[in-house]
C-alpha cells in the first residue's frame, strides 16, 4: 500500500508539473501572440506610413516640376529687358534661335566686351546666312565690332555661316575678347538668349 501511495504522489507530482509546465508554455504562447499581434500592428501603421509618404513625396516630386515649367515660363515675363537665359540642350543656330524667340527673346547681340566675356561655347546672334561675308545680327544690324579668334571668320568648310562664341574658361591661351568662330550652322550648341 505504501508502494501505491508513494507512486501515485510521485504521478500526482509529475501531473502538477506537467501541468505548471504547460500553464507556462501557454503563457508565453500568449505572450508570443500579444508580441505578433503588436508588431503586425505597428507593422501596419508604418506601410501606412510610408505610403502616406510615398504620396506625399510624389506630390512634391509633380509640385517641383510644374513650379519648374511655370517659371521657365515667368522668367520670359520676369526677366526684363537685358536678361539672359540659356537653352536647355544642345540644338542647331536655327533651333537655337527658334528656341529663344518662342520664349520671346532672341539669340543674344554682342555688342560690349562685359557681354562678350559672360559666356562661353555657345551660339550667337551673328551669322552671314544671307550674303557670305556680310555679317549681320539677328535684328538685321550689320556687325560693327567683333571679337574674332585669330583667322576667323575663315568659312573653312565653304558652309560656316553662322557664329559660336569659342571661349573656354579652362584654355588659358585664349582671350575672351578674341573668342568668335564662323562654324556650320547645323552644329549642335546652347544658345545664349537675350531678352
Known sequence: LNLISNNMKTERDLIKSYKNTVEEFNQTINSLQDSYTDLMTEKHQLQNNFNSLSQKKQELENRVAALSEELKKECMFLCGPGWFFVSTELKSWSDSRQYCRDRGADLVIINTEEKQVSFERVWIGLS??????????????PLKQGFWLKGEPNNYYENEDCIELNYKRDQVEMSPLNSWND?????????????
Do not use: Y
Open 128 to 141: 552671314d546666312t544671307e550674303n557670305e561675308g556680310i555679317m549681320k545680327w539677328v535684328d538685321n544690324s
Open 183 to 195: 562654324v556650320p550652322c547645323s552644329e549642335k550648341k546652347k544658345g545664349i538668349c537675350e531678352k
